[in-house]
């Protein structure tokens, strides 16, 4: 690492970063649930399923039958056609919770085709194309019978009859074969019937989030969710004292419009840094509060002196532009450049002529004290508690008997004080 030049080292830190929490199981809430479908040919249940926001993946197959093989030359020869025990063409959908609700995507099947019809979907006609809920759980299985009461009212007032889907639990889902996966992507002019009776269910208004605002300038945005113990967790542990100029806020997956995110949104937490609404870079699972702020270093600061100085424990240059602003100040608090933490306060500021800010002490509980041996040298180095950068060092020539706090102007911002 010391014999990397100074602008590779942000990137390698990103790299190692992404390698120790993406993906990781250990420290994300996953979201990810799933449901299998049946209401009629498979290809256009598949393809209606995957254009929906918040569906990951759909897979064309099998289901709920007994005492043949699970193939589509098998299910669709004529002697099986009537068969009761004949498999079923569903479709097994993969979705993000966190950003579709189950409610909506059986809305959703009950809306795309016509329920009413037993054993059949216009001219596709037999128990292949039978509509049906096969669910994993009790809870999935009374929201399935809700919903389906509630489109049964809607249907008779239209005068369609009796819904006819059978509600079932899971026994197995065998998937089809290979060219019936993503068919209609593959077949653009394949055979796509639309059996919908056109009788929606009643749009419930959600109140829509404003993120006109997150278009324009730097922002972190937090992904959250109602069940997340890792959320809870990277709130408690490293962001409840965030005090950044960089605004933070919070989302759900569901209230992500507008903005331009590459990374995937089915887990929890995951910290995106974004600037006039695209996103720079992410970090995906609960992370330390030094990894935190290192990427944060890295979005904020980028290749710069500050950035040297509070990661690489460099030095500013002595009487540097940041020290001239800061020397003179009127009263007020320099605060940590990232997490916005008070750090000194001017009433201990004094000139030193070394062409570093000076302070004979720190804001209580604001530092760390750590041994620095560098440069064959004996030093005590000064860390911001909350962030964890370099600030400087201290020394015990001040005035008066009093410790000389040596700290670079490059990692602070002022507040001048409300009088």
Same mark, same amino acid.
């Given at each position: 690492?010391?014999?990397?030049?100074?602008?590779?080292?942000?990137?390698?830190?990103?790299?190692?970063?992404?390698?120790?929490?993406?993906?990781?199981s250990?420290? *994300?809430?996953?979201?990810?649930?799933?449901?299998v479908?049946?209401?009629?040919?498979?290809?256009?249940?598949?393809?209606?399923?995957?254009?929906?926001?918040?569906?990951?993946?759909?897979?064309?197959?099998?289901?709920?039958? *007994?005492?043949?093989?699970?193939?589509?030359?098998e299910?669709t020869?004529?002697?099986?056609?009537?068969n009761?025990?004949?498999?079923?063409?569903?479709?097994?959908?993969?979705?993000?919770?966190?950003?579709?609700?189950?409610?909506?995507? *059986?809305?959703?099947?009950?809306?795309?085709?016509?329920?009413?019809?037993?054993?059949?979907?216009?001219?596709?006609? +037999?128990?292949?194309?039978?509509?049906?809920?096969?669910?994993?759980?009790?809870?999935?299985?009374?929201?399935?019978?809700?919903?389906?009461?509630?489109?049964?009212?809607?249907?008779?007032k239209?005068?369609?009859?009796?819904?006819?889907?059978?509600?079932?639990?899971?026994?197995?889902?065998?998937?089809?074969?290979?060219?019936?996966?993503?068919?209609?992507?593959?077949?653009?002019?394949?055979?796509?019937?639309?059996?919908?009776t056109?009788?929606?269910?009643?749009?419930?208004?959600?109140?829509?989030?404003?993120?006109?605002?997150?278009?324009?300038?730097?922002?972190?945005?937090?992904?959250?969710?109602?069940f997340?113990?890792?959320?809870?967790?990277l709130?408690?542990?490293?962001?409840?004292?965030?005090?950044?100029?960089?605004?933070?806020?919070?989302?759900?997956?569901?209230?992500?419009?507008?903005l331009?995110l /590459?990374?995937?949104?089915?887990?929890?937490?995951?910290?995106?840094?974004?600037? $006039?609404?695209?996103?720079?870079?992410?970090?995906?699972? #609960?992370?330390?509060?030094?990894?935190?702020?290192?990427?944060? +270093?890295? #979005?904020?600061?980028?290749?710069?002196e500050?950035?040297?100085?509070?990661?690489?424990?460099?030095?500013?240059?002595?009487?540097?532009?940041?020290?001239?602003?800061?020397k $003179?100040?009127?009263?007020?608090?320099?605060?940590?450049?990232l997490?916005?933490?008070?750090?000194?306060?001017?009433k $201990?500021?004094?000139?030193?002529?070394?062409?570093?800010?000076?302070?004979?002490?720190?804001?209580?509980? /604001?530092?760390?004290?750590?041994?620095?041996?560098?440069?064959?040298?004996?030093?005590?180095?000064?860390?911001?508690?909350?962030?964890?950068?370099?600030? +400087?060092?201290?020394f015990?020539?001040?005035?008066?008997?009093?410790?000389?706090?040596?700290?670079?102007?490059?990692?602070?911002?002022?507040?001048?004080?409300?009088?």
């Amino acid at each position: 690492m010391a014999c990397l030049p100074n602008l590779y080292k942000p990137l390698l830190f990103l790299l190692i970063i992404f390698a120790s929490t993406a993906f990781s199981s250990k420290n *994300i809430t996953i979201h990810e649930d799933k449901i299998v479908f049946g209401a009629g040919c498979f290809w256009s249940v598949e393809k209606k399923f995957a254009e929906l926001p918040g569906v990951i993946n759909v897979e064309s197959g099998y289901a709920d039958g *007994i005492g043949l093989e699970p193939r589509y030359s098998e299910i669709t020869k004529f002697k099986n056609k009537f068969n009761p025990d004949n498999f079923a063409e569903v479709v097994e959908v993969t979705y993000d919770r966190n950003s579709i609700s189950l409610t909506d995507l *059986i809305k959703f099947f009950f809306e795309l085709h016509d329920p009413t019809q037993k054993n059949r979907q216009g001219n596709d006609i +037999g128990t292949q194309y039978r509509s049906l809920i096969l669910f994993n759980d009790q809870s999935e299985e009374m929201l399935s019978i809700e919903l389906k009461d509630e489109y049964q009212i809607l249907l008779r007032k239209e005068g369609y009859g009796d819904i006819v889907t059978d509600i079932k639990k899971l026994k197995k889902f065998y998937p089809a074969e290979e060219y019936h996966q993503d068919y209609l992507v593959k077949n653009p002019n394949g055979y796509c019937p639309d059996h919908s009776t056109g009788i929606v269910f009643k749009e419930v208004e959600k109140p829509k989030i404003d993120n006109s605002y997150l278009l324009a300038g730097k922002y972190i945005l937090v992904l959250d969710s109602e069940f997340c113990p890792y959320c809870t967790k990277l709130k408690n542990e490293v962001l409840s004292d965030y005090e950044g100029s960089i605004p933070l806020h919070y989302r759900y997956s569901s209230d992500l419009h507008d903005l331009q995110l /590459s990374s995937p949104t089915w887990a929890t937490p995951t910290i995106f840094f974004i600037e $006039d609404g695209v996103e720079k870079f992410s970090l995906q699972g #609960f992370v330390q509060r030094e990894n935190f702020y290192k990427a944060l +270093g890295i #979005f904020k600061l980028g290749e710069s002196e500050a950035y040297s100085v509070a990661f690489n424990q460099g030095t500013d240059p002595v009487f540097c532009k940041e020290y001239e602003l800061f020397k $003179d100040t009127p009263e007020g608090v320099f605060i940590d450049k990232l997490s916005g933490a008070p750090l000194f306060d001017t009433k $201990d500021r004094f000139n030193s002529r070394t062409g570093w800010l000076s302070f004979t002490k720190p804001v209580d509980g /604001s530092v760390t004290e750590h041994m620095d041996y560098s440069y064959g040298m004996t030093r005590v180095e000064i860390k911001s508690k909350s962030s964890g950068i370099h600030l +400087g060092h201290v020394f015990q020539d001040g005035p008066n008997g009093l410790p000389r706090y040596c700290i670079n102007a490059t990692v602070l911002e002022f507040v001048p004080r409300n009088i």
